[in-house]
């Protein structure tokens, strides 16, 4: 072709689209993402331009470039027919992934085209000389998509909600997402922070002034007052949102969250039911339903001495089921695994727990804190259910060595403890325990605790140069 495809890829890279926002295909499972992008376009109506876009490029990572064209061209007529004064800001995106769609097919001289249309197009919009234009609309699609590859991802998208404000800080899509993002990235982080007042409740209650009905986030609003223990108001919006969107699938699973986590699982439960009649492929719904059916089951077994077996059977059985299918529907959800191990340990089927927590290990998108999660949970079934204590010391101990803090890694340190106080007063210990618990109590700050340990370690095993580095350190630290 006459093009050079050099020049043209050069030209792709400048494009502010789907493809040069470093979406990973390896950080989501493909095939969850195109069921849930295809529930909202069915759900919810408002946000369907960006999500044709994000399902055009789901479809380009699948091989299906012809179906990637075809949303494309659905997110062309819903621009035209929703935004005929802005067609031109509201198409840049898809035109973009227009181009590099055709790009990829070898189909130069469209991709060509794709690129000279968004190059005049930035030129009529923007006043200064700049190819990049820093559209707050494009800022705002950015983050949406961010959003929806998990997350790694959430950090970057509050930036960009951040960007597309300061130009409309009063825009409600903006705020609504910037809200999303900062209700998510805490989500992870709220076990370290209880002293501190969140710093996504201004954000989430200043996106439900904007979007009176947006429901989602009233939910969103409702789960975060519950966490700071604001359980009444909480539930205030969720009986107002209830009334005003009693069938939407988005708003159902996080008022079923809501519910459960105040105990009332019967409730909860009904909730996520008509919620699955809806939408019967979501692996969060099965996710919630699972927790739902353990809760019911840790229920049983608190309050009742003798809870009959068949019950106690029922609730692992259902349990177990909606932990699978959340796992088999959604290849990465790393917490439906360990749940499913935990559950499979708690039923005896250890070889299905391993397989379980293996799978939970290999999942490739994971933070620091779900690794420490993992090394807890499989720390105990190696203790409680395999009997072996060394490899669960070793769990707990590869947990700590990822020192960043988090609830998990506290459990991990906590367990290990517990488990060598045991051992020592069991007169089991040797010296790799008494160094390790010496190491657990440094790591608390306990410093005096820390060189008692270590001197009873160097006293069974007195030429270990470990030990003594360890005693010398502590010694000079004090």
């Given at each position: 072709s006459s093009i050079s495809k050099n020049s043209l890829k050069s030209s792709l890279l400048k494009l502010e689209?789907?493809?040069?926002?470093?979406l990973l295909k390896q950080d989501v499972d493909l095939n969850d993402l195109e069921e849930t992008v295809g529930d909202q376009i069915e759900f919810l109506a408002k946000s369907n331009i960006r999500n044709y876009n994000l399902l055009s490029y789901v479809c380009h990572l699948k091989n299906l470039n012809e179906e990637a064209l075809r949303n494309l061209q659905k997110a062309e007529e819903l621009v035209k027919k929703d935004h005929p004064d802005e067609a031109t800001s509201k198409s840049l995106v898809t035109w973009g992934n227009y181009a590099w769609i055709y790009y990829h097919m070898e189909r130069y001289e469209e991709a060509q085209t794709y690129v000279s249309k968004v190059e005049n197009s930035c030129r009529k919009l923007s006043s200064t000389a700049q190819q990049k234009i820093q559209l707050p609309d494009i800022y705002a699609e950015q983050g949406w998509a961010l959003l929806k590859f998990g997350r790694?991802?959430?950090?970057?998208?509050?930036?960009?909600?951040?960007?597309?404000?300061?130009?409309?800080?009063?825009?409600?899509?903006?705020?609504?997402?910037?809200?999303?993002?900062?209700?998510?990235?805490?989500?992870?982080?709220?076990?370290?922070?209880?002293?501190?007042?969140?710093?996504?409740?201004?954000?989430?209650k200043r996106a439900v002034e904007l979007n009176p009905n947006d429901t989602f986030i009233m939910a969103l609003l409702a789960l975060k007052l519950q966490d700071y223990k604001q359980v009444d108001e909480g539930e205030r919006y969720i009986e107002e949102a209830m009334q005003k969107t009693p069938d939407l699938p988005y708003f159902l699973r996080y008022a079923?969250?809501?519910?459960?986590?105040k105990g009332e699982m019967d409730k909860a439960l009904e909730i996520l039911k008509?919620?699955?009649?809806?939408?019967?492929?979501?692996?969060?719904?099965?996710?919630?339903?699972?927790l739902c059916y353990r809760a019911k089951l840790f229920q049983l077994k608190r309050t009742t001495r003798y809870p009959p077996q068949e019950q106690?059977?029922?609730?692992?059985?259902?349990?177990?089921?909606?932990?699978?299918?959340?796992?088999?529907?959604?290849?990465?959800?790393f917490s439906a695994y360990i749940d499913l191990a935990n559950m499979y340990?708690?039923?005896?089927?250890?070889?299905?727990?391993?397989?379980?927590?293996?799978?939970?290990?290999?999942?490739?998108?994971?933070?620091?804190d779900d690794k420490q999660q993992f090394y807890y949970f499989y720390g105990n079934f190696q203790r409680f259910h395999m009997k072996s204590e060394?490899?669960?010391?070793?769990?707990?101990?590869?947990?700590?060595?990822?020192?960043?803090?988090?609830?998990?890694?506290?459990?991990?340190?906590?367990?290990?403890?517990?488990?060598?106080?045991?051992?020592?007063?069991?007169?089991?210990?040797?010296?790799?325990?008494?160094?390790?618990?010496?190491?657990?109590?440094?790591?608390?700050?306990?410093?005096?605790k820390a060189i008692e340990c270590y001197e009873?370690?160097?006293?069974?095993?007195?030429?270990?140069?470990?030990?003594?580095?360890a005693l010398c350190e502590l010694r000079l630290s004090i």
């Amino acid at each position: 072709s006459s093009i050079s495809k050099n020049s043209l890829k050069s030209s792709l890279l400048k494009l502010e689209c789907h493809f040069t926002w470093t979406l990973l295909k390896q950080d989501v499972d493909l095939n969850d993402l195109e069921e849930t992008v295809g529930d909202q376009i069915e759900f919810l109506a408002k946000s369907n331009i960006r999500n044709y876009n994000l399902l055009s490029y789901v479809c380009h990572l699948k091989n299906l470039n012809e179906e990637a064209l075809r949303n494309l061209q659905k997110a062309e007529e819903l621009v035209k027919k929703d935004h005929p004064d802005e067609a031109t800001s509201k198409s840049l995106v898809t035109w973009g992934n227009y181009a590099w769609i055709y790009y990829h097919m070898e189909r130069y001289e469209e991709a060509q085209t794709y690129v000279s249309k968004v190059e005049n197009s930035c030129r009529k919009l923007s006043s200064t000389a700049q190819q990049k234009i820093q559209l707050p609309d494009i800022y705002a699609e950015q983050g949406w998509a961010l959003l929806k590859f998990g997350r790694k991802y959430y950090e970057r998208a509050k930036n960009c909600f951040e960007n597309a404000l300061k130009n409309e800080p009063n825009s409600p899509e903006f705020n609504a997402g910037y809200a999303i993002a900062m209700y998510r990235l805490e989500d992870f982080s709220y076990h370290q922070y209880e002293d501190e007042s969140p710093r996504s409740l201004q954000p989430l209650k200043r996106a439900v002034e904007l979007n009176p009905n947006d429901t989602f986030i009233m939910a969103l609003l409702a789960l975060k007052l519950q966490d700071y223990k604001q359980v009444d108001e909480g539930e205030r919006y969720i009986e107002e949102a209830m009334q005003k969107t009693p069938d939407l699938p988005y708003f159902l699973r996080y008022a079923a969250k809501f519910y459960r986590r105040k105990g009332e699982m019967d409730k909860a439960l009904e909730i996520l039911k008509k919620a699955l009649a809806v939408t019967p492929k979501s692996a969060f719904l099965h996710h919630q339903l699972g927790l739902c059916y353990r809760a019911k089951l840790f229920q049983l077994k608190r309050t009742t001495r003798y809870p009959p077996q068949e019950q106690v059977e029922e609730l692992i059985r259902l349990s177990i089921f909606h932990f699978k299918t959340a796992t088999d529907q959604k290849t990465t959800f790393f917490s439906a695994y360990i749940d499913l191990a935990n559950m499979y340990a708690e039923r005896r089927m250890y070889e299905e727990a391993e397989e379980a927590f293996q799978k939970a290990l290999q999942v490739r998108i994971m933070c620091y804190d779900d690794k420490q999660q993992f090394y807890y949970f499989y720390g105990n079934f190696q203790r409680f259910h395999m009997k072996s204590e060394s490899e669960a010391i070793r769990c707990y101990l590869e947990g700590l060595k990822i020192e960043k803090d988090s609830y998990a890694r506290n459990m991990c340190r906590d367990a290990l403890k517990k488990l060598l106080e045991q051992r020592i007063q069991r007169g089991l210990e040797d010296a790799t325990d008494f160094s390790t618990l010496g190491h657990v109590h440094n790591l608390n700050g306990e410093k005096h605790k820390a060189i008692e340990c270590y001197e009873k370690a160097m006293a069974l095993c007195p030429n270990n140069e470990e030990y003594l580095r360890a005693l010398c350190e502590l010694r000079l630290s004090i």
